[in-house]
């Protein structure tokens, strides 16, 4: 059974940073391309950043530049590095593949950005 375990967010003023993980299980981790999502209030849930087996990473326009997605395979975990963090960030983040054959979502980490 797969299990994704988000963590490391919380309350952050606009500027600040932040570094999410993602812990998972039940999966050959270095052969599966990983992703961030994130999910506003009201909102669909949206990709933000990618990175395939080989770490060539992806991102949404609206975070790039200040996000870097990384995995360390040894881990089975994905990180999402978060600098200059805006108040429309706010959401619960979730990892996940990228692709249409998801996995069951995790509870996710939610980063709630104020000035």
């Known amino acids: 059974q797969v299990r994704l375990v988000e963590s490391g967010g919380g309350l952050v003023q606009t500027g600040g940073s932040l570094r999410l993980s993602c812990e998972a299980s039940g999966i050959i981790f270095d052969t599966v391309d990983m992703g961030w999502y994130r999910q506003a209030p009201g909102l669909r849930r949206e990709l933000v950043a990618d990175?395939?087996?080989?770490?060539?990473?992806n991102y949404a326009g609206s975070v790039q530049g200040r996000f870097t997605i990384t995995r360390d395979n040894a881990k089975n975990t994905v990180y999402l590095q978060m600098n200059n963090l805006k108040f429309e960030d706010t959401a619960a983040y979730y990892c996940n593949t990228p692709t249409d054959r998801l996995f069951d979502w995790g509870r996710g980490t939610q980063v709630t950005v104020y000035s």
């Open positions: 990175i395939n087996t080989r770490g060539s990473a």
